[in-house]
C-alpha cells in the first residue's frame, strides 16, 4: 500500500502564495511520476502540474509562470509553490503519484483565493 499524506491548502487573498507538499509512504519501489491535479466545483479534475522521475516538468497552461513543481526524491515529497493566486485557481488540489505501474491519489487539499 502507498499513502499520500497533503499539507499546506488553505485561505489566501488574490495576489498571495501557498505552498501545497505532499509526502509519499508505504510499499515504495520506484516513483516514475509525481503531480498535482485540482477540481473546482462543478468542474472535471484538470492536471495542474507533473514532475517525472528524471525531473521533467509540465504545467497547465493557466498556472505556467505562477506556480512550479518540484521534488525531493530522498524524502519522496513533491511540493507545488503557487505564487499570483488567482480566485479561479479556487480548487481542492489532489496529490497524484505514479509508483510503477499503479497511480495513486491523495484525499485532496482546499485551496481558496478569496478577498
Known amino acids: 500500500q502507498v499513502q499520500l499524506v497533503e499539507s499546506g491548502g488553505g485561505l489566501v487573498q488574490p495576489g498571495g502564495s501557498l505552498r501545497l507538499s505532499c509526502a509519499a509512504s508505504?510499499?515504495?519501489?520506484?516513483?516514475?511520476?509525481m503531480g498535482w491535479y485540482r477540481q473546482a466545483p462543478g468542474n472535471a479534475r484538470e492536471l495542474v502540474a507533473n514532475?517525472?522521475?528524471?525531473?521533467?516538468?509540465n504545467y497547465a497552461d493557466s498556472v505556467k509562470g505562477r506556480f512550479t513543481i518540484s521534488r525531493d526524491n530522498a524524502k519522496n515529497t513533491v511540493y507545488l509553490q503557487m505564487n499570483s493566486l488567482k480566485p479561479e485557481d479556487t480548487a481542492v488540489y489532489y496529490c497524484?503519484?505514479?509508483?510503477?505501474?499503479?497511480?495513486?491519489w491523495g484525499t485532496g487539499t482546499l485551496v481558496t483565493v478569496s478577498s
Open positions: 497524484n503519484v505514479v509508483v510503477t505501474p499503479r497511480e495513486h
Open positions: 508505504g510499499r515504495i519501489f520506484s516513483i516514475s511520476r
Open positions: 514532475i517525472f522521475s528524471g525531473g521533467a516538468t
